[in-house]
């Protein structure tokens, strides 16, 4: 032990080499301390003289969970949660996506999806929408799902005037050029491919439940862009879409971290009265059908013998996904198959896992605790306004095929069995503090970004009022 004293003693005082090697580069630079002398007499407890009093947040009642809407003249809502912080995530969102697709061209949505952000009649192209952003410190992105959307824009409060301006200038005024609509194409080729060689199979196994639960009506329509549309989807074809389903009375424009009253003017000023780029007609074609669930199956063979992720090949395996109906969003059981659905949990049988990751769901205990040979065992709950689907996705070896259903199929049969308490509130308490959470609270940038599509598409849905009622969400 003295020894070790001695030694370390040594090395802080710089004998040896090391105090050599320091010679020969010179003596060290120290770093000034401050020792206080400006406020000698001043305890810790006391505020300093001369420095800006900080200013705290304050909640007023049930303020915080609580979500204002107005309707506006033209049909417009207009959504907001006020959450104390820097940052702000606005965005508009469209009753609009593959469902609605019935009489047009599948794929357009998903066109619209990577024109996003492109040209329009304020700007001159992606990049000068982007330096505009930067300016506040933004970020946009544009998510396409069955049936909603959504054009999203976070950045500081304080550019709130300037967001909203921009985002109703990329959905209402798009230039849609020549160049912008073949680079599109460019880009849906390679996402289709990508999609065809990706080691991952859930992209592709979610567009073959659908397609398999609701046979070509709504939510069971393509999502993706057929490869033979690609060539098909012009200019002329996306404003007629436009035309009918990008209409004020199917948008909402959501904001989380902002308040009511400054949206509200913002959306008075630049989404009240604007004549789109494809003009200003009465939508007469919108399809209105209620999903019609179906059942079936749907399989798909496979060649992934040339896909590697290093130099192991990849695993022969078989990817089974088995759904079953649930509810929409806006039913009594939405929140329990929410529940159900973190309860079921799983993961990847090589997931480090841990509390509300799938250690403690029943898919991990019962399933890739139980059998060694299943690669994955992962639930999924998928809901939109007239209908859901809760599904599984396995997968194991190609001869193991029938163990694996059978072990799905039992999970199902289990669901409708007792709770065990103890495991299973490890699985509940992920949804009850998660984003959407009836008392969640999130002032930073992430939190106010998942919030706006809960906000949005419930407001999508529920009924209109020319006043500012207080929703629950």
Request: aromatic letters at 8%.
């Amino acid at each position: 032990m003295a020894a070790m004293v001695l030694a370390a003693t040594g090395l802080l005082r710089g004998s040896g080499s090391w105090g050599r090697s320091r010679l020969r580069f010179g003596a060290p630079a120290y770093r000034q301390f401050s020792s206080g002398g400006a406020y000698p007499s001043i305890p810790l407890s006391s505020p300093l003289p001369g420095v800006p009093k900080p200013v705290f947040a304050t909640v007023d009642g049930q303020e915080k969970f609580e979500t204002r809407v107005t309707t506006l003249e033209n049909g417009l809502r207009v959504a907001s949660q006020n959450k104390f912080g820097q940052f702000c995530t606005v965005g508009i969102l469209i009753n609009s996506g593959s469902r609605y697709e019935a009489k047009y061209l599948s794929g357009i949505a998903h066109f619209l999806e990577k024109l996003a952000f492109s040209s329009t009649d304020r700007f001159d192209s992606k990049d000068e929408i982007l330096l505009t952003l930067e300016k506040h410190g933004g970020i946009c992105d544009c998510q396409t799902s069955r049936d909603t959307t959504m054009y999203a824009v976070s950045a500081d409060s304080k550019g709130l005037d300037t967001v909203v301006g921009l985002l109703a200038d990329v959905v209402l005024h798009p230039r849609l050029t020549d160049e912008e609509i073949e680079l599109t194409r460019m880009a849906v080729r390679f996402e289709l491919e990508d999609l065809g060689m990706r080691p991952d199979p859930e992209p592709l196994l979610t567009e073959m439940i659908h397609e398999a639960a609701y046979r070509e009506n709504t939510v069971g329509l393509h999502r993706f862009c057929p490869t033979e549309n690609i060539a098909k989807i012009d200019r002329s074809v996306l404003h007629s879409y436009l035309r009918n389903y990008y209409t004020p009375d199917r948008m909402v424009l959501a904001g989380v971290g902002v308040g009511h009253e400054q949206l509200v003017e913002c959306a008075r000023k630049y989404l009240l009265g604007t004549r789109p780029a494809w003009g200003s007609g009465a939508a007469v074609h919108v399809d209105g059908s209620v999903a019609q669930y179906t059942g079936g199956i749907v399989k798909l063979e496979r060649d992934m013998s040339s896909v590697s992720l290093g130099p192991t090949p990849f695993p022969e395996l078989t990817h089974i996904m088995i759904g079953l109906e649930s509810c929409s969003f806006l039913e009594g059981d939405f929140l329990p198959f929410a529940v159900l659905n973190m309860m079921m949990g799983g993961g990847g049988s090589f997931s480090a896992g841990g509390p509300g990751k799938g250690m403690f769901t029943r898919l991990y205990l019962n399933v890739l605790n139980r059998h060694h040979w299943m690669y994955n065992a992962t639930s999924y709950h998928h809901s939109y306004e007239d209908t859901g689907l809760l599904c599984i996705h396995a997968s194991a070896d190609p001869r193991q095929v029938r163990e694996m259903v059978e072990i799905i199929t039992r999970e199902f049969v289990l669901m409708a069995g007792t709770v065990d308490v103890a495991p299973d509130a490890q699985a509940q308490r992920p949804w009850l503090t998660g984003p959407a959470a009836p008392r969640h609270v999130g002032s930073s940038r992430t939190g106010a970004r998942t919030r706006v599509p809960c906000v949005g598409r419930r407001t999508l849905n529920h009924c209109a009022t020319r006043e500012a009622p207080i929703l629950p969400f």
